[in-house]
T-cell receptor, first 113, second 110 residues
Framework: ETGVTQTPRHLVMGMTNKKSLKCEQH?????MYWYKQSAKKPLELMFV???????ENNSVPSRFSPECPNSSHLFLHLHTLQPEDSALYLC????????????FGSGTRLTVV | GIQVEQSPPDLILQEGANSTLRCNFS?????LQWFHQNPWGQLINLFY?????KQNGRLSATTVATERYSLLYISSSQTTDSGVYFC????????????WGLGTSLAVNP
């Protein structure tokens, strides 16, 4: 256990479903991140939140909607996804926005059918 | 943008062997990190090493920023070292974003 917990570990959803991924950290970190990991591609940064404010949005399609209600919790709301969105979604946190000291969760393996 | 290339892409070792993984980057960076992803998907930060040399147990890393490369050394490899090793960098133009390589997939056989 790294201190960053992601749920669920696995998710299968249809293209018309709505689901949410959850990330929780109790490390006292101030920044949280969503990453997408697809086979044969580099990790892709999706969103960055610093002190609950979104500070980075990497041209992610609107079918992905992040939410950060407090500095310990981060959600990724999913709706009308495409099969190419199937991937491992990783949450991470850092003490500040200095881009080091990363702690990652174990990820959610998402399959869109 | 900055390109990050890692080599070799795949590596198979016998337990006890040593290895060197390389990360080349195409422009100046102010941040370089090495990560290990185990076969179950867990990513662990190994080193924050924008320059110089660091050691942590059987692992060590060296970054030569002026020549735009970093090396990760694994000595006396163990089966638990298996997984994918990633190099990631950021630069002054966008310090919040890490640019990742494709990784080196390492299998250590008993």
């Amino acid at each position: 256990e790294t201190g960053v917990t992601q749920t669920p570990r696995h998710l299968v959803m249809g293209m018309t479903n709505k689901k949410s991924l959850k990330c929780e950290q109790h490390l006292g970190h101030n920044a949280m991140y969503w990453y997408k990991q697809s086979a044969k591609k580099p990790l892709e940064l999706m969103f960055v939140y610093s002190l609950e404010e979104r500070v980075e949005n990497n041209s992610v399609p609107s079918r992905f909607s992040p939410e950060c209600p407090n500095s310990s919790h981060l959600f990724l709301h999913l709706h009308t996804l495409q099969p190419e969105d199937s991937a491992l979604y990783l949450c991470a946190s850092t003490p500040g926005t200095g881009n080091y000291g990363y702690t990652f969760g174990s990820g959610t393996r998402l399959t869109v059918v | 943008g900055i390109q990050v290339e890692q080599s070799p892409p795949d590596l198979i070792l016998q337990e006890g062997a040593n290895s060197t993984l390389r990360c080349n980057f195409s422009d100046s960076v102010n941040n370089l990190q090495w990560f290990h992803q185990n076969p179950w998907g867990q990513l662990i930060n190994l080193f924050y090493i924008p320059s110089g040399t660091k050691q942590n147990g059987r692992l060590s890393a060296t970054t030569v920023a002026t020549e735009r490369y970093s090396l990760l050394y694994i000595s006396s490899s163990q089966t638990t070292d298996s997984g994918v090793y990633f190099c990631a960098v950021s630069y002054a133009g966008n310090n919040r974003k890490l640019i990742w390589g494709l990784g080196t997939s390492l299998a250590v056989n008993p």
